[in-house]
């Protein structure tokens, strides 16, 4: 049996092609079904839905042979013990820096201000203000990021932006971009060397459908 772990949403959704390329076609809509093993059309694959930021977890651990991870996800949980062959180039988003409209934080970096930073993304966070050398507080927060420098909580947030309307419908403004981030796929060590014989061949038909 090999097991494949998505995250409900845009990993599930953006990863269907990738599948169908390798003749792989998942027999129940996730939106629809309150199971969380979904059967495929090949009796030996399976797919397992699990929350985006335990599909390190999962893999690593062997609950899943392989799975689509974001490289923000991927960058918190550490990619310990895990094989990471294929940028996948979807779900795709920044990683960015925001402060409320009026906010003047390039004149703040500059005086020396320590910031308070509020993020999922802590690991990222502290590694991109430590390269800058500019001092921060972090404040991990698991949701809703927009709401923290509208509360006071914070003068920044570090979160992932697309189309950019959330932080507009916030009066949030983007000040600094930290890195492009698109979804990768993630293997189990051991199980490619004990079932490299079925995992190649989907890596490679993976590999081969990858929207450029
Ligand atoms: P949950 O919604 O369960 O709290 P989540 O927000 O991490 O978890 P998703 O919103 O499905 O889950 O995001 C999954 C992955 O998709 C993220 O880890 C990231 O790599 C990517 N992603 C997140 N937001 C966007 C976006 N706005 N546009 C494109 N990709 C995104
Ligand atoms: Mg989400």
Do not use: W
């Amino acid at each position: 049996m090999i097991t494949l772990a998505l995250s409900k949403g845009r990993i599930f959704e953006e990863t269907l092609p990738l599948l169908a390329a390798a003749g792989i076609e998942v027999l129940e809509d996730p939106e629809k079904t309150r199971k969380l093993i979904l059967p495929t059309n090949q009796p030996d694959v399976r797919v397992v839905l699990v929350r985006a930021t335990d599909v390190p977890t999962y893999v690593q651990h062997g609950g899943a042979d392989l799975g689509v991870a974001g490289k923000d996800v991927l960058l918190e949980h550490g990619g310990e013990g895990l094989y990471q062959p294929l940028d996948l180039n979807i779900a795709k988003c920044r990683m960015s820096v925001a402060v409320r409209e009026g906010f003047d934080y390039a004149a703040e970096v500059r005086q020396g201000t320590r910031l308070r930073v509020a993020t999922k993304y802590t690991e990222v966070a502290r590694q991109h203000f430590a390269d800058k050398g500019v001092h921060v507080d972090l404040i991990k927060l698991y949701g809703s990021m927009e709401l923290a420098p509208l509360t006071g909580l914070a003068d920044a947030i570090v979160d992932l932006v697309s189309t950019g309307k959330t932080l507009v419908a916030n009066k949030l403004v983007e000040v600094e971009h930290i890195m492009e981030i698109s979804s990768r796929l993630v293997v189990n060590q051991a199980a490619l060397k004990l079932k490299r014989d079925r995992l190649r061949p989907l890596i490679d038909a993976f590999a081969s459908a990858i929207p450029a």
